[in-house]
Nanobody
Framework: QVQLVESGGGLVQPGGSLRLSCAAS??????????MGWYRQAPGKQRELVAA???????NYADSVKGRFTISRDNAKNMVYLQMNGLKPEDTAVYYC?????????WGQGTQVTVSS
């Protein structure tokens, strides 16, 4: 299974931006086969899918973040990114990177995003 490490979380004011990064430890070829996603979990709530990108680059987003968040991947660097603009207090959560290949799922340790004035 691939090892995933997130970074880029922090405290930001409403309306601000953050970019989350997820580094994957695998060969570039294997990483390129993975479907990648960003999930989040707020206190007292279930983990939910925020954005996903397939091995071919197709993307999908939760309705709550459409038009504000952008997921991307750089297979040459084994990286996945989540650009978050127009952040709202309800975006506050721990954000997790996920990778799936042949039914196996890998998770990072999570990075905290707090949106508050």
């Amino acid at each position: 299974q691939v090892q995933l490490v997130e970074s880029g979380g922090g405290l930001v004011q409403p309306g601000g931006s953050l970019r989350l990064s997820c580094a994957a430890s695998s060969s570039r070829f294997i990483f390129s086969l993975y479907a990648m996603g960003w999930y989040r979990q707020a206190p007292g709530k279930q983990r939910e899918l925020v954005a996903a990108i397939s091995s071919s680059g197709n993307t999908n987003y939760a309705d709550s973040v459409k038009g504000r968040f952008t997921i991307s991947r750089d297979n040459a660097k084994n990286m996945v990114y989540l650009q978050m603009n127009g952040l709202k207090p309800e975006d506050t959560a721990v954000y997790y990177c996920n990778g799936e290949l042949t039914g196996r799922s890998s998770w990072g340790q999570g990075t905290q995003v707090t949106v508050s004035s």
